[in-house]
């Protein structure tokens, strides 16, 4: 399983590293600079859409010394996960509940048929149904994950490239 907040970070490094394509589709050349939740990134003009238009790319070329640094790799990167026996214990909660997987169900508003999938392992929900469900059965389903990028850290430190210096190499 690959959350999806694995693959983010994955294709952010990619895109750092492949010089300039957005940061976001990974597909079109990045022509702006839009802060996104928060980071700069370098988007094309149809994902700039998703975020604060900061800059284009163009103007920074120009301009001797970015104001706005790469945005840099997280040591940490934490992000939700699933529990592994997340079936059982939904399962478990529930029959300590008394309730059918019919009554569980019309409780929380899903689909029996969903329940059903879950409680047996062949549907994985959703962080946000797992924390509904959570909230609901008062169990713990989700748990913080801590990525640590040890080795990118080190690797962008040595080659010390900052994005003036892909503006260069691609200008040149
Ligand atoms: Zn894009």
């Not at 750092?16 to 003009?45: F, P, Y």
């Not at 409780?107 to 469900?133: D, F, M, Q």
Request: contains cysteine.
């Amino acid at each position: 399983m690959i959350a999806s907040t694995q693959v983010e970070i994955i294709k952010k490094e990619y895109a750092l590293l492949a010089a300039m394509q957005c940061d976001i589709c990974g597909n079109k050349e990045a022509t702006i600079v839009a802060s996104i939740e928060g980071a700069a990134l370098n988007v094309c003009s149809g994902c700039g859409k998703f975020g604060k238009f900061l800059r284009t790319i163009s103007a920074a070329q120009k301009a001797p010394k970015p104001a706005i640094k790469a945005p840099t790799i997280p040591e940490k990167e934490v992000m939700d996960m699933l529990i592994e026996d997340y079936a059982a214990c939904i399962r478990q909660a529930r029959e300590k509940l008394g309730l059918k997987q019919e009554d569980f169900a019309k409780k929380i508003n899903e689909k029996v048929s969903l329940i059903h999938h879950i409680e047996t392992g062949r549907h994985e929900p959703s962080i946000e149904l797992a924390r509904k469900l959570e909230r609901f059965l008062r169990i713990k389903l989700v748990v913080e994950h801590e990525e640590v990028h040890d080795k990118a850290k080190k690797e962008a430190k040595g080659e010390s490239f900052t994005l003036g210096d892909f503006i260069k190499i691609k200008k040149g």
